[in-house]
């Protein structure tokens, strides 16, 4: 069963950059698709991006669209999300998730596998 793990996470000021990064376990992480979630305090889980199992396909949400890049390293088991012009509005709690399919998704409800959670502050 495949697990994950998110690092990178910590506080940036606004119109910095940050990385973060999820490690899967297993040996089956390249036939899968990828994504971030984030959520905010007192808001609900939201789509940030996503990647397929290949990695030549990638989504963004309109309001990341621009400033993020989703990246993975296959040979590393790793998925990314690169952060850049980061906002306060950007400040939460990314999740990295998997897909059981190559193909990506936008929809939480269709990965099967959720990593802990880590925390992203923006300060202003």
């Known amino acids: 069963q495949v697990q994950l793990v998110e690092s990178g996470g910590g506080l940036v000021q606004a119109g910095g950059s940050l990385r973060v990064s999820c490690l899967a376990s297993?040996?089956?992480?390249?036939?899968?698709?990828m994504g971030w979630f984030r959520q905010a305090p007192g808001k609900e889980r939201e789509f940030v991006a996503a990647?397929?199992?290949?990695?030549?396909?990638?989504y963004y949400a309109d309001s990341v669209k621009g400033r993020f890049t989703i990246s993975r390293d296959n040979a590393k088991n790793t998925v990314y999300l690169q952060m850049n012009n980061i906002e306060p509005e950007d400040t939460a709690v990314y999740s990295c998730?998997?897909?059981?399919?190559?193909?990506?998704?936008?929809?939480?409800?269709?990965?099967?596998?959720w990593g802990q959670g880590n925390q992203v502050t923006v300060s202003s």
């Open positions: 990647i397929n199992s290949r990695g030549d396909s990638t």
């Open positions: 998730a998997k897909r059981p399919s190559s193909a990506l998704s936008t929809t939480a409800r269709s990965y099967d596998t």
């Open positions: 297993g040996r089956t992480f390249s036939i899968y698709a």
